[in-house]
């Protein structure tokens, strides 16, 4: 059995370490990731994101499902349900949506299976 210490990591949500988040289609947002346990090439993991205001997300579809956890801020999906500070959130595979900040907002975010861009209009 691995030791504890030789199993555990912490993530905080200081600035050093968070990179732009590359998304299809939308190349200039202000949208920063902090990887935790993500693994790209499996779509499953979690992160820390960074939206700042005015952003968006590209829209999407999930493969597996989606949790985030909203700790600050404001977030609402394309279907105009907003989501505030204190909201955690659970999205099951095969959903789309795509979601924007007016003020910004911080979220932990968790993926079950990796997610597919997909054109707007298709939502």
């Given amino acids: 059995m691995a030791q504890l210490q030789n199993a555990r990591t912490v993530v905080r949500f200081e600035d050093i370490g968070f990179t732009r988040m590359e998304m ?5 947002e202000q949208v920063c990731w902090k990887n935790v346990s993500f693994d790209e090439a499996t779509g499953q993991g979690s992160y820390l994101m960074k939206m700042a205001p005015g952003t968006r997300s590209n829209p999407h579809t999930h493969t597996g499902a989606e949790e985030f956890f909203v700790l600050e801020g404001d977030l609402t999906d394309n279907d105009g349900f907003s989501y505030r500070s ?38």
């Fill in 24 to 28: 299809e289609g939308l190349p200039d």
């Fill in 86 to 123: 204190g909201d955690f959130v659970s999205l099951t595979a095969g959903s789309s949506h795509f979601s924007y900040t007016k003020t910004s907002c911080l979220l932990e975010v968790t993926h079950r299976g990796a997610t597919k861009s997909i054109v707007e209009g298709a939502l």
